[in-house]
C-alpha cells in the first residue's frame, strides 16, 4: 500500500511569488491535514480536509490555503510569499477524522523562500 | 488556546531508559499521541491514549493522566536508532491534533 505523497520535495522561491503544495493520501483514507514545521515553532497545524470539506483550520493568513478534489488529493496554496514562510510542510492522510484516528505523514516539501 | 510543553533535549546512554514529559493544556481533549521524528524525515505514529493509565507497546510505553494534563513516553532498552524527536500530540474538542515542538532524545554509546 502506499504511503503518503508529497510533492515536490524541494522548492525555492522568491519572497512575493506563489506557490502550490501536492499531496496524494493514502488510498482509501478521506482526511488530509496540512503542518508547518519550523525549528523554532515545531508542527504548527494549517487546515483539515475531509471529503473535499474544509473541516478545521488554524490560525494562519489569508495568503494560506488549500483544497481537497474528490479523489481526496489535496493542494495548499501560499500566496505573496514572505521569508518567513521557509519551512517544511507537511501532510497527513487519516481514514477519517474521528479522534482515535491515526494519521499518517508524507515527507513533506521543503520551502525556502529567498 | 493550545499549549502543550515538552522538554527540548535529552542525552541518555544506549541501553538505559528515558521518560519524555508532556504538559498539555487544550480545549476539549479527545486523546493523545506520540511520534518519532528521524531528521530529515516523517513523523511516525507511536502510541494513543484516550483512558488515564499506561499503554505498553514492547519498548515503547505511553502513559495518561487527564486531570493533570499530563503524558509520559517511556523508552527502555535505548538504542541508538532511538535518537529522534518524540513528538506529543493532542486531539482537541474540535479533532484538531496540535503538536508539542518535540523532545530531541541523543543516545550515546
Known amino acids: 500500500k502506499a504511503g503518503v505523497t508529497q510533492t515536490p520535495r524541494y522548492l525555492i522561491k522568491t519572497r512575493g511569488q506563489q506557490v502550490t503544495l501536492s499531496c496524494s493520501p493514502i488510498?482509501?483514507?478521506?482526511?488530509v491535514s496540512w503542518y508547518q514545521q519550523t525549528p523554532g515553532q515545531g508542527l504548527q497545524f494549517l487546515f483539515e480536509?475531509?471529503?473535499?470539506?474544509?473541516?478545521n483550520k488554524g490560525n494562519f493568513p489569508g495568503r494560506f490555503s488549500g483544497r481537497q478534489f474528490s479523489n481526496s488529493r489535496s493542494e495548499m496554496n501560499v500566496s505573496t510569499l514572505e521569508l518567513g514562510d521557509s519551512a517544511l510542510y507537511l501532510c497527513?492522510?487519516?481514514?477519517?477524522?474521528?479522534?482515535?484516528?491515526?494519521?499518517?505523514f508524507g515527507q513533506g516539501t521543503r520551502l525556502t523562500v529567498v | 488556546g493550545q499549549n502543550i510543553d515538552q522538554p527540548t533535549e535529552m542525552t541518555a546512554t544506549e541501553g538505559a531508559i528515558v521518560q519524555i514529559n508532556c504538559t498539555y493544556q487544550?480545549?476539549?481533549?479527545?486523546?493523545l499521541f506520540w511520534y518519532q521524528q528521524h531528521a530529515g524525515e516523517a513523523p511516525t505514529f507511536l502510541s494513543y491514549?484516550?483512558?488515564?493509565g499506561l499503554e505498553e507497546k514492547g519498548r515503547f510505553s505511553s502513559f495518561l493522566s487527564r486531570s493533570k494534563g499530563y503524558s509520559y513516553l517511556l523508552l527502555k532498552e535505548l538504542q541508538m536508532k532511538d535518537s529522534a524527536s518524540y513528538l506529543c500530540?493532542?486531539?482537541?474538542?474540535?479533532?484538531?491534533?496540535?503538536f508539542g515542538k518535540g523532545n530531541q532524545v541523543v543516545v550515546i554509546p
Open positions: 497527513a492522510s487519516s481514514l477519517d477524522s474521528g479522534p482515535n484516528t491515526e494519521a499518517f
Open positions: 488510498s482509501g483514507h478521506r482526511s
Open positions: 480536509y475531509f471529503s473535499e470539506t474544509q473541516r
Open positions: 487544550t480545549s476539549g481533549f479527545n486523546g
Open positions: 491514549n484516550v483512558l488515564d
Open positions: 500530540a493532542v486531539r482537541d474538542g474540535n479533532n484538531r491534533l496540535a
